[in-house]
């Protein structure tokens, strides 16, 4: 199947920094495509890129089958976004807001559009309240319909739950999840938080420094046999020599005065904890994570070492 969207090699520099470097990747219907990276990876710029807002330096967009350029505007009907805060009419309710915006789409939008819109962002019941006495929440929310309501391919969010509280994240990561399972949307949102991705995405990129350092599935980026181990001993000190000595020094990755941490495959945890028994060390606790953000920042920091050591 064509993807909705293909970058190709696409590379964007700003004065002397390189925002966006060689960057390849594909979005197809149906994903929740997760693009990930700390502050300053390029996400926005690969998104302002995708929208025509700037252009690549080299490399192409590809948007339904069709190269995308200066000249092929219309290609963005395809494609629906919240990139910086929404501007709304505060004293307009959100249905004129609505109603304002599909009226500047190429399109004529019939009301059952509009009605259809806010059901799916969970607004229904409150479009004709001013739009000043909404929460954050839901002027996001009123954002995500504004995108939506020309019925794009492809819906781009940047960072959508920054300056949300606690339930207006939970919101909208619910949103997301029904826009993709109830109504079969394919979503591009980018966050600086592997959380909030991991929670959403079906595919996912990360970022770093403008370029790609992974892409794949969530699953499989998971790296289910890597556990990153944290056990509690007293004391540290003498452990670490008997462990220098042993079979477990090339997995232990970092010692503090009363914690060990070991990257393992979760099947040695119960072997690591009988070595450690036998060999006289007071355990005073064993946690295993496996946060894909240790993964991440493992990336990020092999990355910023190996740019370091080039
Ligand atoms: N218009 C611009 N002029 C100069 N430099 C820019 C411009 N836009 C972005 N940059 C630089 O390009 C790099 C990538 O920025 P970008 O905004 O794409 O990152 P990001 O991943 O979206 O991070 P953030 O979440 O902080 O926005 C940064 O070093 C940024 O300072």
Do not use: C
Not at 12 to 41: E, M, P, T
Not at 131 to 149: N, P
Request: overall charge neutral.
């Amino acid at each position: 199947m064509e993807p909705i969207v293909e970058i190709q090699n696409i590379t964007k520099v700003f004065k002397k920094i390189n925002a966006v470097s060689d960057l390849s990747f594909s979005i197809h219907k149906g994903d929740v495509y997760g693009f990930l990276g700390q502050n300053g990876a390029g996400k926005s710029t690969t998104m302002r890129m995708l929208l025509g807002l700037i252009f690549p330096d080299s490399g192409r967009i590809i948007i339904n089958g069709q190269e995308f350029n200066n000249g092929k505007r219309h290609l963005l009907r395809h494609i629906g976004a919240i990139i910086e805060r929404p501007d709304m009419y505060g004293y307009l309710s959100g249905w004129d807001n609505l109603k304002i915006f599909a009226a500047l789409t190429d399109r004529s939008i019939p009301a059952t559009r509009l009605h259809a819109v806010l059901e799916q962002v969970g607004l229904k019941g409150r479009e004709k309240d001013k739009v000043k006495t909404y929460s954050y929440g839901m002027k996001q929310r009123l954002g995500i319909a504004i995108a939506l309501v020309h019925e794009p391919d492809l819906l781009i969010l940047d960072e959508p739950t920054n300056g949300l509280d606690p339930q207006g994240i939970a919101d909208i990561r619910e949103l997301i999840r029904s826009l993709s399972r109830d109504h079969g949307k394919t979503v591009l949102v980018s966050s600086h938080l592997l959380h909030e991705i991991e929670q959403v995405a079906t595919r996912m990129l990360v970022l770093h420094k403008g370029k790609k350092i992974a892409e794949g599935m969530l699953s499989d980026l998971l790296n289910p046999n890597e556990m990153l181990v944290q056990v509690g001993v007293i004391p540290a000190g003498q452990v670490q020599a008997r462990i220098a000595a042993s079979s477990w020094q090339p997995m232990l990755v970092g010692a503090s005065a009363d914690q060990l941490t070991f990257k393992l495959h979760k099947d040695n945890i119960p072997e690591l904890n009988r070595w450690l028994v036998m060999n006289g060390v007071n355990v005073t606790e064993i946690r295993s994570k496996h946060s894909l953000e240790d993964h991440f920042l493992s990336l990020t920091n092999d990355q910023a070492t190996a740019t370091r050591a080039i």
